[in-house]
């Protein structure tokens, strides 16, 4: 069995561990790493999936600000479980979990660069279709889910590292 907590700053060693083993080593080459240089990831949203046993972790999940246009928006990822374990739930709890605490704390949009067949489940649909692109990786990977009514309307272009818009600020929620 395992248990849901927020990720802990000595959490940071074993979650690199676990996304080598779950990525390979390689996995910082990949485009949406460019969204999370030089940014914090939200931590209120970093969780982390714990054995009940003895506290080992299982899996990890984190997000990211960012912007599409001049609105505000999370990139989810990357998600990572243990991989002798997958197919036991942790990462369905892992995103259950998040994708509800970020709509209670008011987040509305999040992205994420995946495969359809597994996040549909967590409402996630292509994102080209809403005008958005992630400049650099392919349009079918990327894919949008709305945490509110209307999420995306009005709302569509590139997506943006947060850090790299004027000021830092946002306009619209």
């Known amino acids: 069995m395992f248990h849901l907590t927020t990720e802990r700053p000595d959490d940071g060693p074993a979650i690199e ?7 390979g080593p390689d996995r910082q080459s990949k485009i949406s790493y460019r969204y999370r240089h030089e940014a914090p990831p939200v931590a209120p949203l970093s969780r982390v999936a714990r054995a009940d046993a003895d506290g080992r972790l299982l899996g990890t999940i984190r997000y990211w600000d960012i912007a599409i246009g001049h609105a ?8 990572a479980v243990e991989p002798s374990l997958k197919g036991r739930g942790i990462g369905v709890a892992l995103m ?13 949009r999040v992205v994420l660069v995946g495969d359809i067949g597994y996040y549909a489940r967590f409402g996630f649909a292509p994102a080209a279709p809403l005008g ?3 400049p650099g990786e392919k349009p079918e990977r990327l894919l949008a889910a709305s945490l509110a009514k ?4 009005g709302v569509s272009g ?5 850090r ?3 000021g830092g600020g ?3 929620a």
Do not use: C, E, Q, V
Not at 17 to 23: E, G, I, R, T, W
């Open 17 to 23: 561990a676990l996304l080598d083993k779950a990525f």
């Open 72 to 79: 505000n928006a999370l990139l989810l990822g990357p998600i």
């Open 96 to 108: 259950r979990d998040t994708l509800d605490a970020a709509a209670w704390m008011g987040h509305s």
């Open 132 to 134: 958005l692109a992630m």
């Open 150 to 153: 209307d999420a995306f309307r």
């Open 158 to 162: 590139a997506i943006k590292p947060r």
């Open 164 to 166: 790299s818009l004027r």
């Open 170 to 172: 946002l306009i619209a």
